[in-house]
């Protein structure tokens, strides 16, 4: 049985830590009859001198610099100007929709701008607490 959507994080030290927990995870999945989508299932290395493949089920798992976990981008220079970037996106589009409120006579500067707070700053600081913050992520503050 597959599950789509579920998502899960292991994190290891070194490459025979990672290749170890892949190893033991697919087999206690297994043995409640669940299975990894080795298609769905990457690798994403920091600082790992071995450049061995990660495999699982003798499939070798595909290794990528970046990918999204829990709606935050994660890369493997440990950086977030990409998930900066992708907030400010989801925040301006977020407030794009949000058109007809801001044109709106009917509706006062403070129902607006509550509506502006949980509707588009929210979606712009959803994991601002895991961002790793430099002076050019500072810059577009």
């Known amino acids: 049985m597959e599950r789509p959507g579920n998502v899960g994080a292991l994190i290891p030290h070194t490459h025979d830590q990672m290749q170890m927990k892949t190893t033991n995870v697919t087999a206690a999945s297994a043995s409640v009859g669940l299975n990894i989508h080795k298609g769905k299932t990457k690798v994403l290395k920091y600082n790992i001198e071995n450049t061995n ?3 699982c089920d003798d ?15 994660i890369d493997e220079q440990k950086e977030s100007a990409a998930d900066v970037n992708a907030r400010i996106g989801k925040a301006s589009a977020a407030f794009l929709q949000l ?7 009917q509706l006062s500067i403070n129902i607006k701008y509550t509506i502006f707070n949980t ?4 979606v712009l600081l959803y994991g601002t ?5 430099n002076t050019t992520i500072t810059k577009k503050a």
């Open 53 to 55: 493949a990660i495999t």
């Open 59 to 73: 499939e070798t798992l595909e290794d990528v610099e970046s990918f999204t976990y829990l709606g935050s981008i």
């Open 99 to 105: 058109k007809n409120i801001w044109d709106s006579k």
């Open 119 to 122: 509707n588009v700053k929210a």
């Open 129 to 133: 607490e895991t961002w790793r913050i």
